[in-house]
């Protein structure tokens, strides 16, 4: 009997990915971080645009603006998903673009904010991130499937990191509603792509609902909450802090809105450098607990050195560092994590859920983060989400790392 052992380059030959998935994976992840890039792209620059437009003086709308998307996208993520599995990934992909690229245009044409706030909400009822996983779960092997999962997490993190820098560019050139008109027309283009581009690959076996009782405790198991919840509180912090960051810069730092790229360039570039090899030591050393502790522990310390240093520029500026550094492991581990720690068969299922509790982070951080800082400050947002982060550090010690890959791989 032989194993994979007897051979030294068996268990590298065995992870290398086939140009088949390499394409998948990488048009799959493109389409999603296109979409993602759409919903954050106006985070660094709404809280200063909404001043002007009737109804943006209350903090609590702009809130909701900004993380409305991610309510309607939460409640429609697995119908999405189940639609994916009876009708086929492509075209139900190509309808929540469709969707999405009318609530930008929605939002372009709105002339006040509850106008935004309705585009918003359709932007997040085309919901296909469910119906992504499920693709990339069908277009990968098992032992290539947490590469590709990563993949996604780390477009995602770069569509943010994008964001940040493009948004002051673009509100410059084009304003907020022709930030919303050129999202549309992206979107439009991504069906495209979705259709003529991404490869067809036959579908996996039907995937479980989530009401399924042999699928219940798959998805619902104490390690998977774990990950679930980590999500839920990263996308929080993303998107309360944005309620009050650029105000700071603005009045705090004395930075031009213009001039915002300046800070968020090398902010984002430098702890994405600095991100990475804590990524790779966790991945091929086996110390993916460790590192998601520290990651962790990284954005709750910005969180209350922002409580209190939000006011001077240096200060701002090194604890906005320190959040992205955390922020970006977070977007790298978690869903490779999650892929890893789910069972074989309920891996679309577990990642439906895990997306869910993505977008249910996204609109609480809007909300919650405009309704502190109406009734509170910008203080009361920071020190909202450092408590937050402490939760999270409790429940994130107890998470267990999977097996190291290459001690499986090897086995």
């Known amino acids: ?79 999405f998903g189940v639609a994916s599995d009876r009708f086929g990934r492509k075209p139900v992909m190509m309808l929540g673009m469709l969707i999405f690229a009318a609530g930008s ?77 050129l999202t549309g027309v992206l979107a439009l283009l991504a069906i495209a792509v979705i259709k003529w581009v991404v490869p067809d690959v036959p579908m996996s076996g039907p995937a479980e609902e989530l009401g399924d009782g042999a699928a219940r405790p798959s998805v619902l198991t104490p390690a998977l909450l774990r990950l679930h919840f980590s999500i839920f509180v990263v996308n929080f912090a993303q998107v309360a802090i944005f309620v009050v960051v650029p105000i700071a810069l603005v009045h705090n730092a004395g930075i031009p809105l213009r001039h915002h790229w300046m800070v968020y360039l090398p902010v984002t570039i430098g702890s994405f450098i600095v991100a990475v090899p804590g990524i790779i030591f966790a991945e091929a050393r086996g110390y993916m607990r460790a590192v998601l502790r520290g990651g ?66 996204l609109f609480a951080g809007g909300a919650v983060g405009g309704a502190l800082a109406k009734l509170w400050s910008a203080e009361g947002v920071f020190l909202a989400c450092a408590a937050l982060c402490l939760v999270w550090l409790v429940v994130a010690w107890f998470v267990q790392a999977p097996p190291h890959r290459a001690k499986t791989e090897a086995s």
């Open 1 to 79: 009997m032989t194993t994979t052992t007897s051979s030294p380059s068996a268990p590298r030959k065995r992870a290398a990915m086939s140009a088949q998935e390499r394409r998948s994976s990488t048009t799959l992840a493109s389409i999603y971080g296109l979409r993602m890039l759409g919903l954050f792209l106006i985070l660094p620059v709404f809280a200063i645009y909404a001043r002007g437009v009737p109804g943006g003086n209350d903090r609590f709308l702009v809130g909701l603006a900004l993380g409305v998307y991610g309510l309607t996208q939460a409640l429609l993520q697995i119908p």
């Open 105 to 181: 245009f929605v939002a372009g044409a709105a002339h006040n904010l509850d106008g935004i706030i309705v585009g918003r909400a359709i932007q997040g009822a085309g919901a296909i991130s469910a119906a992504i996983s499920a693709m990339i779960a069908d277009s990968t092997r098992d032992h290539n499937r947490t590469k590709a999962m990563a993949m996604v997490g780390m477009t995602i993190g770069m569509s943010f990191i994008i964001s940040l820098i493009a948004g002051p560019v673009l509100y410059h050139l084009i304003g907020v509603p022709g930030m919303f008109v």
């Open 296 to 361: 962790v522990a990284l954005m709750g310390l910005s969180m209350l050195a922002l409580s209190v240093g939000y006011r001077h520029e240096v200060a701002l500026i090194a604890e906005l560092f320190v959040f992205f550094v955390g922020f970006n492991l977070m977007e790298a581990l978690l869903p490779s994590l999650v892929s890893r720690i789910a069972p074989q068969s309920r891996k679309g299922l577990a990642m439906g859920v895990y997306n869910t509790a993505q977008s249910l982070g």
